[in-house]
């Protein structure tokens, strides 16, 4: 799983595996070892009303109604978006979204468990 911030948005990318996981209900976690401290980031699949994130114990951890993971995994959607109300005057934009290939190959990056890039398949005229 990736995870980019940037200013008052936070954005997860699953590979295939991942999303499996998450749609069968488990918790897809990575640790960023700094030295002695750490920086873990979760999506959690569960009973929560609408996607969620919280920042605690070194943890951002994003929550997820378990239907919407189902319904997400075993569909052409690619992500799944919510604008999180956090008391201020803008509000958090959440994005969890499929890992896909990319169009042009990095030596360096295996990209075997990510999602077949559509646009990579030439089109019918």
């Known amino acids: 799983m990736k995870l980019r911030i940037k200013g008052n948005s936070i954005r997860l990318r699953l590979t295939q595996s991942e999303v499996d996981q998450v749609a ?3 918790t897809v976690r990575e640790t960023v070892q ?3 401290t ?11 009303a609408e996607p969620t ?3 605690e114990d070194h943890e951002l951890r994003v929550e997820l109604p378990q ?6 995994a075993y569909s052409d959607e690619v992500g799944i978006q919510h604008r999180q109300d956090n008391g201020t005057d803008e509000a958090l934009f959440l ?3 499929k890992d ?3 169009l042009h190959k990095r030596p360096l990056e295996d990209e075997t468990d990510h999602f077949p890039n ?4 030439p089109k019918r005229p």
């Open 24 to 26: 069968n209900g488990a």
């Open 34 to 36: 700094f030295g002695p």
């Open 38 to 48: 750490r920086l873990t980031y979760a999506l959690v699949p569960g009973t929560v």
């Open 53 to 55: 994130a919280a920042f």
């Open 67 to 72: 239907a919407d993971a189902t319904t997400w």
């Open 95 to 97: 994005l969890i979204e």
């Open 100 to 102: 896909f290939q990319c």
């Open 118 to 121: 559509p646009q990579a398949t």
